[in-house]
């Protein structure tokens, strides 16, 4: 009997638990992009490497990305984004670890589009603020996608701009998420 | 004398001026780094995944924010959202990979080809859910 008992413990431990594993997705090449807009310029800036993974059944879903990826039209732009604004080599990564508060509505196993709310934590320049804002979930030919759209007051991460260019740069910023995910 | 003097000073301080606004601006419109023409640091794909990904820090340097020639074999050709080609290149790690995103197309390129591509190398990101990250690279183009 015990022995019994014991087989059947080990048989279920072996076996792996790839129902658990379906429910998590992921993309390395999401796109994350930002906008700034004064009366005197308008910046944009788009990063197409951006790592994020869903987990459909907890709702957790995270963004991760390297700075230095984010490409500028003007390389002069780019360089002071990177050397003086985001101090780059000192903060190489900006993150968002956060839950999609009503995951259950939506029904991954069919097509449609899902208005849903994400809160989590956001991390840019070292500096972690939680956040809440909409997004949208949808599922397209069987496969997910998550986009938003969010403004973001720059000096609430410590960003500080020179005030030689200050009128330049909006003191919120637009950021945009664009990702679209396989199953891992 | 002194009209002279003035004058010379009205016409140094105009060159000066001019002199700043022609710098300022080629510094304004000074052209992203050219990858293409660039004397690249050459490395395969496994090695550069495994220094990159790595805890030991002091080989890094010789590749985050370089050029590199890289070689390997192409694990999957993909198109990111604005439609640009995206090259995984394998590695040592199965669901790890050097993720090339090209500048332009690498034509009649797919999964088993050995290839050599040459791009910006950003670093090395992963997320967390156990699932191995990738080094990126950027501005990439196919390297003869």
Redesign the interface.
């Known amino acids: 009997m015990n022995i019994r008992n014991a087989l059947l413990v080990l048989l279920i431990f072996s076996v792996k638990p790839t129902f658990l594993a379906a429910q998590?997705y992921?993309t390395?090449?999401?796109?994350v992009s930002f906008f700034s807009k004064t009366i005197l310029e308008n910046i944009t800036a788009?990063n197409?490497?951006t790592?994020?993974?869903l987990?459909s059944q907890t709702g957790?879903i995270?963004f991760?990305?390297?700075n230095?990826?984010f490409?500028f039209p003007?390389?002069?732009m780019?360089e002071d984004f990177n050397e003086d604004y985001m101090e780059s080599e000192k903060y190489?990564?900006s993150t968002f670890?956060g839950i999609i508060s009503d995951i259950n509505k939506i029904d991954f196993n069919n097509d449609g589009t899902w208005a849903v709310t994400v809160t989590g934590d956001l991390q840019i320049h070292g500096i972690t603020k939680t956040i809440s804002v909409p997004g949208k979930i949808s599922i397209i030919n069987g496969k997910i996608n998550a986009a938003a759209t969010f403004t973001v007051p720059i000096k609430d991460y410590n960003i500080k701009i020179p005030s030689i260019v200050s009128n330049k740069i909006s003191e919120k910023i637009t950021i945009s998420v664009?990702c679209?995910y396989q199953k891992? | 004398m002194q009209r002279k003097s003035k004058r010379k000073i009205v016409v140094f301080v105009a060159l000066l001026v001019a002199l700043s606004a022609f710098v300022g601006y080629g510094?304004?419109?000074?052209?992203?780094?050219d990858v293409r023409n660039a004397t690249p640091v050459k490395v395969n794909a496994a090695t550069l995944y495994k220094i990159l990904s790595g805890k030991n820090s002091s080989d890094k340097s010789n590749f985050n924010?370089k050029v590199l020639s890289v070689s390997g074999t192409v694990k999957q050709v993909?198109e990111?959202?604005?439609r640009?080609q995206?090259i995984l290149l394998k590695t040592d790690i199965e669901e790890g990979?050097v993720?090339c995103?090209m500048e332009e197309k690498f034509e009649n390129v797919k999964a088993g080809d050995s290839v050599l591509i040459k791009g910006i190398c950003?670093?090395y990101?992963?997320?967390?859910?156990d699932?191995p990250?990738?080094v990126?690279l950027?501005?990439c183009y196919h390297a003869d």
């Open positions: 998590v992921f390395k090449n999401g796109s788009t197409n490497e790592i994020s993974i987990n957790e995270q991760s990305l390297l230095n990826g490409h003007k390389a002069k780019e190489p990564r670890k664009n679209l891992k | 510094i304004w419109n000074k052209p992203h780094r924010n993909l990111n959202h604005l640009q995206v990979a993720n995103t950003i670093g990101n992963a997320g967390d859910l699932l990250g990738d990126f950027i501005r």
